[in-house]
């Protein structure tokens, strides 16, 4: 949170000003960057009205949290309201999502979202959205996880009369999710004299910041009850729009039988996959012809072991990119196509039958085989040459077809503890942002720390399994991979370091003396041991990430030099472009460095790197990093 006091409190540092001085400070050092304009307007006429509504109702002694952080999220509640219940006694929490509009309508298709004129597109219903954060925040703090009715939901459209937004209060309102408008203020006093009392909020506001705050459900854990059951998952914010989009494009498409694309564009950890299974369950349960395919075989491998352990069709959800050459136009509702940035040129290969090479382009194919093609990409994944899963590259193949097509951008991210600050740290460090690398302030959300040694960075992350974290080791694909074992042998030790010696994850898809096959490295206990490449591990998270920065990336000077000499990946052919793998391996280790949700060690094989490390972290692995 940026800032935590009594309402009494908040009042008089508004009224002095001094408030918004500190909430812009505070947000520079949480997020590395001063807020924008827009932001600080917000404060300033959104923050007075609600401590003006909690000291008129008597609620002064309230404490107020605001800009209060999501765990595992870098979404940000704008207030949640900590004190003691009236008639009860115990903590009561009210979350609170601050609107300035003044006029607004739902959305013709869908009233769970609604439009304003400041928007090109469609946003969500602030009761919708208020409700998803309550739902988040149950599912992840500790102190709200047993006591649920102790949470309550409000969205105040201070400056909205009945005429301006009367039509928002279609969408269903419920204890987590309820509107109030500026002119029925007395409707919003009463309601927070309903859920808080006049004490002190104090000892409630510090059992919700000191709640245990749970472990991401991780996505393959529950991905079989998610397609199977019900949903699983809480969407926030753009990833309910992206969701409800998809669901109205395929209304649409049946009721009109027409067609659409739907391009969802995120970085890494902005719930893409969370969207796919959610949309992929939801039309699963409602008898709707849909299918997930990936370019990944380490992800779909993985989603049909876990989701179709008991169910056979559930298996047959989870296809590949090139499953659809020979697929009949339009044969599905839905094609949900995860991971796009690792579509393809084209689906033929040299095993592929003279039948079969219809010449189509891979982006073509997928397009043609659903009435709503779905694709949710991130293009800085891009880690292979012939990779062109782009938002523009589709666009233009939906443009060429005469389609209509929808691009819905994921802002906030769940990977790295929810860290905003680390990924741009990673995003700065590898060059993929201007302004060169900057030297890492520790958030509270993300570890960071340099090893000396790759059997200390080793020796770290085993320590951390112990204590039940689930930890894997990656590196850049700098050492030879022996591909094939003979039966009986245990895998050999590929990549050696000084004396330290480990074997490469499995090539394939056989265990290998206790090893997993290629595509459970990532979420099977036994691929601790191995090193995971960025194949393996890209798609998939893990609690502590090791990551080896191999002699392909070096620093020198005052930049980064990438040697093709050093990689050993068989991707890159004497006819691919140095920028190209300059770009590759660059976007390698920003996949390598995007895994862990708490916490990443890296080990440099080149002594200069290591030391550049060291200077912008700070932090060694004997040194508390947070």
Not at 567 to 583: C, E, G, L, N
Request: net charge negative; proline share 5%; glycine share 8%.
């Amino acid at each position: 949170m940026l800032f935590r006091d009594s309402a009494a409190a908040v009042a008089a540092e508004c009224h002095s000003g001094a408030l918004f001085f500190r909430l812009t400070e505070q947000f520079a050092h949480v997020h590395g960057h001063k807020p924008g304009s827009s932001e600080v307007r917000s404060w300033e006429r959104s923050i007075p009205v609600l401590a003006s509504a909690l000291n008129d109702a008597g609620l002064g002694q309230v404490e107020v949290l605001l800009e209060y952080g999501l765990p595992l999220n870098s979404k940000r509640a704008d207030a949640v309201l900590a004190g003691v219940h009236p008639k009860t006694g115990l903590p009561s929490y009210v979350i609170v999502e601050l609107k300035q509009w003044s006029s607004a309508e739902p959305d013709d298709d869908d009233p769970s979202l609604c439009r304003i004129d400041s928007y090109a597109r469609a946003v969500l219903n602030p009761v919708n959205q208020v409700r998803g954060y309550c739902e988040y925040l149950i599912s992840f703090n500790g102190a709200l996880a047993e006591h649920p009715e102790r949470v309550n939901g409000a969205a105040y459209l201070h400056n909205a009369t009945e005429f301006g937004v009367g039509g928002l209060f279609e969408a269903e309102q419920d204890q987590y999710g309820q509107l109030f408008i500026g002119a029925r203020r007395s409707e919003f006093i009463d309601f927070l004299r309903m859920k808080l009392g006049p004490e002190s909020g104090a000892s409630a506001a510090d059992e919700l910041v000191s709640g245990k705050i749970g472990p991401s459900k991780q996505l393959m854990a529950v991905a079989a009850q998610e397609v199977r059951e019900r949903e699983q998952f809480v969407l926030l914010d753009e990833q309910q729009i992206a969701y409800r989009i998809v669901l109205n494009a395929v209304r649409r498409a049946k009721q009109a039988d027409h067609k659409e694309v739907v391009i969802v564009t995120g970085g890494p950890g902005t719930g893409k996959s969370v969207i796919a299974l959610s949309l992929l369950g939801e039309l699963y349960r409602q008898g709707i012809t849909a299918l997930h395919a990936t370019g990944s075989s380490s992800f779909t491998t993985t989603m049909r072991k876990v989701a179709g352990a008991r169910k056979r069709e559930v298996k047959d959800l989870f296809k590949y990119f090139n499953s659809f050459m020979t697929a009949e136009r339009n044969s599905l509702d839905v094609l949900i196509c995860d991971e796009a940035h690792r579509i393809r040129e084209t689906s033929a290969n040299r095993y592929t039958q003279a039948s079969n090479r219809t010449g189509k382009a891979q982006i073509e194919e997928l397009i043609d085989a659903a009435r709503v093609p779905v694709f949710l990409l991130d293009e800085h994944q891009v880690v292979r040459p012939g990779e062109m899963g782009t938002v523009e590259e589709i666009k233009a193949a939906a443009a060429k077809k005469g389609l209509q097509y929808r691009v819905v951008p994921l802002d906030s991210q769940f990977r790295c503890g929810g860290s905003d600050a680390y990924l741009r740290w990673v995003v700065r460090l590898l060059g993929h942002e201007p302004g060169g690398a900057v030297t890492w302030e520790p958030d509270g959300k993300m570890q960071l720390m340099v090893a000396d040694s790759p059997q200390e960075l080793e020796a770290f992350l085993d320590n951390h399994r112990s204590q039940g974290y689930s930890a894997r080791m990656s590196a850049g694909y700098c050492w030879k991979w022996t591909k094939k074992v003979p039966p009986g042998q245990a895998l050999p030790p590929d990549v050696v370091i000084g004396e330290w010696e480990r074997p490469w994850n499995v090539f394939g898809d056989r265990s290998i003396g206790g090893a997993p096959p290629a595509a459970l490295w990532a979420t099977d206990p036994a691929g601790f041991g191995q090193v995971g490449c960025v194949y393996t591990a890209q798609g998939f998270e893990y609690d502590w990430s090791g990551v080896i920065i191999g002699p392909d990336l070096v620093w020198r000077g005052d930049h980064w030099v990438t040697d093709r000499s050093a990689s050993k990946d068989p991707v890159f052919k004497k006819s691919t472009p140095d920028a190209d793998v300059d770009r590759l391996i660059r976007n390698t280790y920003k996949v390598l460095l995007t895994r862990g949700m708490i916490g990443t060690a890296v080990y440099s094989t080149d002594a200069e790197t290591r030391e550049k490390l060291r200077s912008l972290t700070g932090a060694t692995l004997s040194v508390a990093a947070v």
